[in-house]
């Protein structure tokens, strides 16, 4: 790589926020995937989560009113056919994990 291909962040939040804004220009698409519990830094996109099976804005993310959702699909951890099943649609950019 050339340094025209580089993008410098000074932490993780906008690393992760770069990654997700190019897998987004390469594949037109506007859908990230997320795991349930998982935490991306401050990127209001993964703010999400499922309860009771449902995608909800996380609780107490303070001054976002938009319905996150939207762009996010959240699955658990491990669970392949959910994940099958979120990529099928075709319409993720990015699936972005945090395997501790």
């Given amino acids: 790589f050339g340094l025209p ?3 410098f962040a000074t932490t993780a939040t906008d690393a ?3 990654a997700l804004r190019v897998a987004r220009a390469i594949t037109g698409r506007e859908k990230i995937l997320v795991f349930n519990g998982c ?14 099976g449902i995608q909800v804005n996380r609780p107490g993310l303070a001054g976002e ?10 699955i658990e951890f ?3 056919s959910a994940l099958e099943a979120a990529l099928n649609d075709r319409d993720v950019a990015c699936v972005i994990a945090e395997p501790v």
């Fill in 65 to 74: 009113f938009r319905d996150l959702t939207r762009t996010a699909k959240v």
């Fill in 16 to 18: 992760n926020r770069f």
């Fill in 78 to 80: 491990n669970d392949v």
């Fill in 39 to 52: 935490y991306h830094g401050s990127v209001d996109e993964t703010m999400v989560r499922l309860i009771d």
């Fill in 5 to 7: 291909f580089w993008q």
